[in-house]
């Protein structure tokens, strides 16, 4: 029986319909493209962060980190996809016991091949319910099925866990240029316009400065995240920031803020400015 994890936030944190969809992505991405100018030429990041509310909100945000997959658009076979989970408590990192994702742009297959070299990790447990409804995976999935060409998805929400945990995990499915880790995080919540301003900088430089200490209050992302830096610093990757706002900048009101920002870790070192 082949299973599939139906979509639970699409006409909510973005659209329902196919086209419109697909047309809405493709004008996010252009726009990030011209932003990024000849940096989309570049060899693609390893990982990226990129943030989950509505497409509206941070969709330009998360754009800018997927438009710099252009260049492993053919060579990106298996994607690492973690997020946080906001509904249902997990101890470790939950795989979704399902055969395949579906969005409104269609199925993408779990990597099956990938997801039992897993069997044994006693922080990984499968949870079903976990999934069901939690969106910082699924808006990253019309993203990631507009820039790549084929590839197969290890989904994981990540709950109670240590970095070191999450790392381990990213270690055994760590690959070479067909494998891309997506790790899905929001910044601050609800705090001032200013206030966030502040903090998420703060939060910014931790993340540049490879600290894998970040707290849920900075990230609620922040396991994933401090996993990810965990794994990179091992690896010599070096993150770079290629957005930060907040809802206050897009589609919110400036007084209760969600901050949103997107980096790229890769080999390269860069000297572009770390504010």
Sequence with gaps: MHTIRRPAVAGAFYPGNRQVLADDIQ????????ALGKDI?????KAIVVPHAGYIYSGQTA??????LA??????????????????PVRGLA??????????????????AAIALLAGM???????????????????????????DDFKLVPLAVGDATPAEVAQVLDVLWGGPE?????SSDLSHFLSYAMARAVDQQTVQTILDMNASLTHHQACGGTPVNGLIFAASKH?????????CNSGDTAGEKSRVVGYASFIFSEETSDASHA
């Design 27 to 34: 004008a996010l991405l252009q726009a990030a493209v011209r």
């Design 41 to 45: 030429r570049q060899m693609p990041p």
């Design 63 to 68: 754009a800018m980190a997927y438009a710099r």
């Design 71 to 88: 260049a492993g658009r053919k060579t990106i076979k298996r994607v690492v996809l973690l997020g946080p989970v906001h509904r249902v």
């Design 95 to 112: 795989l979704p016991g399902v055969d395949a994702f579906a969005t409104p742009l269609g199925e993408i297959e779990l990597d099956h």
């Design 122 to 148: 006693k922080q990984v447990v499968v949870s079903p319910a976990a999934h069901a409804q939690e969106h910082s995976l699924e808006v990253q999935l019309p993203f990631l099925q507009s820039v790549l």
């Design 179 to 183: 494998t891309l880790i997506v790790v």
């Design 236 to 244: 010599h990757l070096h993150p770079h920031l290629l957005d930060l």
